[in-house]
């Protein structure tokens, strides 16, 4: 044994003082008598107060001498040398990724038995060792700088926390071989299962790499992929697929929960090291989420370690498309306008044949009219006729332009309306227009005499009105029609605001596009917490960190003009296969399990100051029984004459 502060022993010379206390100190006590018999301790006080008495034997006195031989021993720091994984400057890397969060360990999760690890590395510190720690994760995050602080290195570990992501190791790795610059003794530690990807490509860092692994078993059930498809006129379909990374067939119930209500649930065997495929058409028409889950039989003796996994969500298959029906008599301005507009599916009917029966998300009525409008939103350009919708009232003639020095004057465009963004009419000619009345409806672009367009909301549907022949203008040729017409199409069927890959995973970052006039962005976390994101064109959120589902909502000042949902699943095959690795490789370097070859130093100065705590609450005891003697009575007895 050893000592790292001897000079602590100094501590020793208190001893003095704390005996010639005991020497000088007045020994009195009060004790209730029953006669004046006693009083004859007042001689025995006496004795007492005489100074430098002989001193006896007292048990507080070597209680207290004790004390302080323990205080000064645990300030001496003393320590035993014994085996290390690793000494000088180490960077400790923890790995806290999907896949430590099986619960194959004794200390509970994979993380739980890493960061018991770390603390084992921790206390066999030498006294001249500096160590940072490092936590893996979708990021590599530095909990502490290099120290020997063996509190700050703790409480560092104690901070490590699980995360339902993949590991970026090779992050993690580059900044650890960024500390190995000018150190002399240099180890890089790696607590993981193993599971390090694409980090294996790397180099060989600088100085020596050990790995220390975690994990017993290799058994895990996971969903690894969930997808709905959705055609027209066609049943919605469900594809998933379940992967047993398990040396043994296992039978698990497969549930499904259409907008969280419970739709299917069947019992299903996935062979040992393989997948097992499912597809459904039994899911409603109209739903938005989908959420599907694994459970293993309570009678079943299987064994599922990872939990994270067992779950996944999908939202209803949209292709992003917008479908739009254009009724007309051969107006070619219209359709190739249509036909370039990007995320537009056009399609094309005769006036003279019935309207198709598929679903549109916009009908363009182009100077013809049925004799039933058809339900949802609709356009009209040049309608010919009243509606329930509308009064048409007579042809107006485009007057002349009021002077030279003011030509836009007649026709004017209602520039604080989103809907109006970018829009100008100040070149366009027009020929005639019809006067067009709607209460409902606002006027966007007015001339003398009525409105050229007008939009609005009636009976839960939207409805725009052009109320002039495009082939009666110039508009056709200006940059202003494709402007104009994409504006309205905007309008009437919003481009979807979420541009995720099908099966986002966690830790993927997602592109947002708000629509034109967003004013703020609001994200629902699955945990229920809430995110704002200022709206500046194309928005990136990040913090997709757990699986679930997300809400997205898009207003404008203070009204949602726009909801959207997305999923978030785990979907990573090096975390759901929890096997662990007795080995990496790192370059041309294959690493084996770590062993304890240098010298460490294992301080034990806590137990000695434990000792020391529990020694003074016996001293105090014993004090305050010293404190409070018994008291004596004897019964007085008359004699009988």
Do not use: C
């Amino acid at each position: 044994m050893s000592f790292l502060a001897p000079l602590a022993f100094l501590g020793a010379l208190l001893a003095i003082p704390i005996v010639l206390l005991y020497m000088l100190r007045l020994r009195r006590r009060e004790v209730t008598v029953s006669s004046t018999f006693l009083w004859q301790q007042i001689l025995r006080d006496r004795e007492a107060n005489t100074p430098w008495q002989r001193l006896r034997r007292n048990l507080l006195l070597l209680l207290q001498l004790l004390i302080l031989a323990l205080l000064v021993f645990a300030l001496a720091r003393p320590f035993m040398v014994v085996p290390a994984v690793s000494a000088g400057q180490i960077a400790l890397l923890i790995d806290a990724s999907a896949s430590m969060n099986a619960t194959d360990s004794p200390q509970g999760t994979r993380l739980d038995e890493a960061r018991q690890r770390a603390l084992e590395i921790v206390d066999t510190m030498s006294a001249d060792d500096t160590m940072t720690v490092i936590r893996v994760a979708d990021a590599a995050e530095v909990m502490t700088p290099y120290t020997g602080d063996r509190e700050t290195l703790r409480a560092a570990v104690a901070n490590v926390l699980p995360s339902h992501t993949s590991a970026d190791w090779n992050a993690a790795l580059t900044l650890a071989a960024a500390g190995a610059l000018g150190a002399p003794d240099f180890s890089t530690v790696l607590i993981s299962d193993g599971g390090i990807g694409e980090a294996a490509r790397l180099p060989a860092i600088p100085g020596s790499l050990q790995y220390i692994p975690v994990g017993s078993s290799g058994d895990n059930l996971a969903i690894t992929a969930l997808a709905t498809r959705s055609l027209a006129g066609q049943t919605p379909q469900l594809f998933a697929q379940v992967t047993n990374y398990g040396d043994s067939d296992v039978n698990v119930i497969f549930d499904l929960r259409a907008d969280g209500e419970l739709i299917d649930a069947k019992p299903v065997t996935v062979p040992a090291g393989g997948n097992r495929a499912i597809e459904t058409g039994n899911l409603p028409d109209d739903f938005s989420t989908i959420q599907a889950g694994l459970t293993i039989p309570a009678a079943s003796t299987a064994t599922d370690y990872l939990p994270d996994d067992n779950s996944a969500w999908t939202v209803a298959s949209d292709s992003g498309a917008r479908r739009v029906l254009l009724v007309s008599q051969g107006n070619l301005f219209v359709e190739q306008v249509l036909r370039s507009m990007p995320g537009i599916e056009a399609f094309q009917a005769n006036p003279d044949a019935p309207l198709p029966g598929s679903n549109f998300d916009l009908i363009v009525l182009d100077g013809w009219l049925p004799e039933t409008l058809p339900e949802g939103d609709l356009l009209f350009i040049n309608p010919p006729d009243s509606t329930a919708l509308f009064t048409v009232g007579e042809v107006l003639a485009q007057p002349e332009q009021a002077s030279d020095a003011d030509p836009t004057a007649n026709i004017r465009v209602r520039a604080s309306d989103p809907r109006m963004a970018f829009v100008d009419f100040a070149s366009v000619n027009l020929r005639a227009f019809r006067q067009v009345s709607a209460s409902w409806a606002k006027p966007l672009i007015e001339a003398n005499g009525g409105a050229l367009l007008l939009a609005g909301e009636t009976d839960g549907r939207q409805v725009a009105i052009l109320t002039f022949d495009v082939r009666d203008s110039d508009l056709p040729l200006q940059i202003t029609w494709p402007i104009l017409m994409a504006s309205l199409v905007e309008w009437f069927t919003p481009q979807n605001i979420i541009s995720a890959p099908e099966g986002l995973r966690v830790g993927q970052s997602l592109s947002l596009n708000p629509p034109t006039g967003a004013t703020s962005l609001y994200i629902t976390l699955p945990d229920g917490t809430q995110t704002r994101l200022p709206v500046a064109g194309e928005t990136i959120f990040t913090d997709t960190r757990a699986p679930g589902l997300y809400q997205v909502e898009v207003l404008r000042d203070a009204e949602i003009i726009q909801t959207a949902a997305f999923a978030v699943n785990v979907f990573d095959a090096n975390e759901s296969s929890i096997a662990p690795r007795q080995t990496i490789t790192l370059g041309d370097a294959t690493v084996t399990e770590a062993v304890e070859e240098e010298i460490g130093q294992r301080e034990f100065w806590s137990l000695l100051a434990l000792a020391a705590l529990l020694v003074l609450l016996i001293e105090w005891y014993a004090y305050h029984r010293r404190l409070h003697a018994p008291t004596v009575f004897k019964p007085l007895v008359r004699r009988a004459s």
